[in-house]
């Protein structure tokens, strides 16, 4: 069965720094590979995604994640880090992108002034 | 990307009665739908998946009598909540998909039951 761990339950950052959010997951194939961002009673929004190819994806919003498939983790990396992008972090992975989901348990970034 | 629209935002009903959310493909045919439950600062789980014209797939632990979900067309989702109870207060939120391409959340539905 497929898991995906977020480590992380909670980061807080100050404006202007650099972000990185953790994901492990547990997959039997090559896994589709998410990230989802959630801001408070609202939707999931996609940050990117990684199906194959290119193991740095960017995505929107100016963030990028890095598939590194000996460490089974999908890293999401922000290099300077905005007050708006306080919000839930949920990684996700797939057995391809129109299939069922398996969500982590989020992270929260909070943004420090 | 896809627009999914769910309605209503927010409801909230009494214990035992039945409560019906929508979930709307705005600009494309879905073939198929998901269904997730997200606790207070907890994660999504899924509760069932619907492809049009079939009976939808249930998780594990979900009680298909409970949580009727039905996929009449390929623009509209229905989850109804019958005799619904506290503990089924949840945010409640879809997603469609077109065969293979990307899944599209729509913004969820916070429903509360008092």
């Known amino acids: 069965a497929q898991s995906v761990t977020q480590p992380d339950i909670h980061i807080t950052v100050s404006e202007g720094a650099s972000l990185e959010l953790r994901c492990n997951y547990s997959y039997g194939a090559t896994p589709y590979l998410f990230w989802y961002v959630q801001s408070p009673g609202q939707g999931l929004q996609l940050l990117l995604k990684y199906f194959s190819g290119d193991t740095l994806v960017q995505g929107i919003k100016g963030f990028e994640a890095e598939f590194k498939r000996s460490q089974s983790s999908f890293n999401l990396r922000k290099p300077s880090v905005h007050w708006s992008d306080a919000a839930e972090y949920f990684c996700?992975?797939?057995?391809?992108?129109?299939?069922?989901?398996?969500f982590g348990g989020g992270t929260r970034l909070m943004v420090k002034p | 990307g896809a627009v999914v629209s769910q309605h209503p935002s927010r409801v909230i009903c009494k214990s035992g009665t039945s409560v019906k959310i929508e979930c709307r493909s705005l600009d494309f045919q879905a073939t198929t739908m998901f269904w997730y439950r997200q606790f207070p600062k907890k994660s999504l789980m899924l509760m069932a998946t619907s492809n049009e014209g079939s009976k939808a797939t249930y998780e594990q632990g979900v009680e298909k009598d409970k949580f009727l979900i039905n996929h009449a067309s390929l623009t509209l989702s229905t989850l109804t909540v019958t005799s619904a109870h506290p503990e089924d207060s949840s945010f409640y939120i879809c997603s469609t998909s077109q065969g293979r391409e990307e899944q599209y959340f729509g913004p969820g539905t916070r429903l509360t039951v008092t």
């Open positions: 996700a992975v797939g057995e391809d992108a129109g299939n069922m989901l398996t």
